[in-house]
C-alpha cells in the first residue's frame, strides 16, 4: 500500500481516494475493454503464428502457448486457507495462453493458491470451447509443460523416466525451448506493472479486475512495442504450486504428440 500512499501525497488526495480510483477504473477496464484488448488471434494472425513457430523449432499447427503463475496477496481472501500455496504465502492463480510475440490471447484468474494448475485449466471456459472444437482449427494446438493433461489441442513433453529415446529428448528441449514465450510474458507483466507482485485488496472481485486490467495494458503495450526490460527480474515464486499433472491423458493427445515427435 505504500505506493498508493505515495500517489495520495503526490496529488494531495487520501490513499483510501487512491484506492477507490483505482478499483474504479480496473473495473471499468475490465467490462469494457477486455474482449477487445485480450481476444483470440484471427485467422490470418494464426497462420502467422504458426509459420513463425514451425519456422523456429519445426513444431506444426501451434498457435499458442499455456501456463500458469501465482499472483501474491497481502492477505487470505475472506480468511480462506485455500489461498495459501505450497509455499505458504496467499496467491491467487492466473492462467495465461500467449502467441509467439507475448500477446495475451486468452487469460483466466481468480482460482486460489493452493489449486493445481491441471483443475484451474478445466475450470476455465477455454477448456470446455476447446473439448468442444470450438478454438482450434484442425491440427491446431498450444504447447505447455508437464503441469498439464495431454489432448489433442495442448502438447506437453514426455514424462523424464530415465528411459526417454534421443528423440524424445530433443522433442522435450525444443518444446520447452518454444513455452519460455510465455514465461517471458509472465515476467513482463510482473515487471511492467509492480502491484502484481504484492496486491492488497480484500476483495475478490477487486482481485480480478486488477490482475485483468494488467494484463490489458500489457497487450497494448506489447503492441506499441514497449521496452520494459529493465523492469525484468526473474521470480523464483513463479510457480510455487509446480507439480505433474494429476489427469489422465487424453488418448487422441497422446497419438498427436506421437505425430509430432516424428515431424520436430
Known amino acids: 500500500m505504500d505506493c498508493m500512499r505515495e500517489v495520495g501525497m503526490l496529488y494531495g488526495i487520501a490513499k483510501s481516494t487512491v484506492l477507490h480510483v483505482v478499483h474504479h477504473i480496473s473495473s471499468t477496464m475490465t467490462r469494457n475493454l477486455t474482449d477487445q484488448i485480450i481476444r483470440w488471434p484471427s485467422v490470418a494472425r494464426q497462420r502467422e503464428i504458426v509459420n513463425a513457430v514451425q519456422t523456429r523449432s519445426g513444431f506444426?499447427?501451434?498457435?499458442?502457448?499455456?501456463?500458469?503463475?501465482?499472483?501474491?496477496?497481502?492477505?487470505?481472501?475472506?480468511?480462506?486457507?485455500?489461498?495459501?500455496?505450497?509455499?505458504?504465502?496467499?496467491?491467487?492463480?492466473?492462467?495465461?495462453?500467449?502467441?509467439?510475440?507475448?500477446?495475451?490471447?486468452?487469460?483466466?484468474?481468480?482460482?486460489?493458491?493452493?489449486?493445481?494448475?491441471?483443475?484451474?485449466l478445466r475450470n476455465s471456459t477455454f477448456f470446455h470451447d476447446a473439448e468442444a472444437a470450438r478454438v482450434f482449427r484442425p491440427g491446431q494446438c498450444i504447447l505447455a509443460d508437464s503441469a498439464y493433461p495431454l489432448k489433442n489441442w495442448l502438447i506437453t513433453p514426455f514424462k523424464q523416466n530415465g528411459f526417454l529415446t534421443r528423440r524424445q529428448r530433443r522433442f522435450n528441449q525444443r518444446l520447452s525451448g518454444e513455452r519460455q514465450v510465455v514465461e517471458r510474458a509472465i515476467g513482463h507483466l510482473k515487471g511492467r506493472f509492480r502491484r502484481l507482485k504484492e496486491i492488497p485488496f480484500h476483495q475478490a472481485e477487486d482481485v480480478v479486475n486488477l490482475i485483468t486490467s494488467a494484463c490489458i495494458l500489457h497487450n497494448l503495450c506489447v503492441l506499441s512495442d514497449d521496452n520494459v526490460q529493465r523492469y525484468i527480474d526473474n521470480d523464483p515464486a513463479l510457480r510455487p504450486n509446480r507439480c505433474q499433472n494429476v489427469y489422465l491423458h487424453g488418448r487422441n493427445g497422446v497419438l498427436r504428440r506421437l505425430q509430432l515427435l516424428a515431424l520436430v
Open 60 to 120: 506444426p499447427g501451434v498457435v499458442g502457448f499455456l501456463d500458469g503463475s501465482h499472483i501474491r496477496m497481502a492477505s487470505k481472501l475472506d480468511r480462506d486457507d485455500d489461498y495459501i500455496n505450497r509455499k505458504g504465502y496467499p496467491s491467487v492463480q492466473l492462467q495465461l495462453v500467449v502467441d509467439h510475440e507475448m500477446v495475451i490471447t486468452d487469460m483466466y484468474t481468480g482460482w486460489p493458491g493452493c489449486t493445481h494448475d491441471a483443475r484451474v
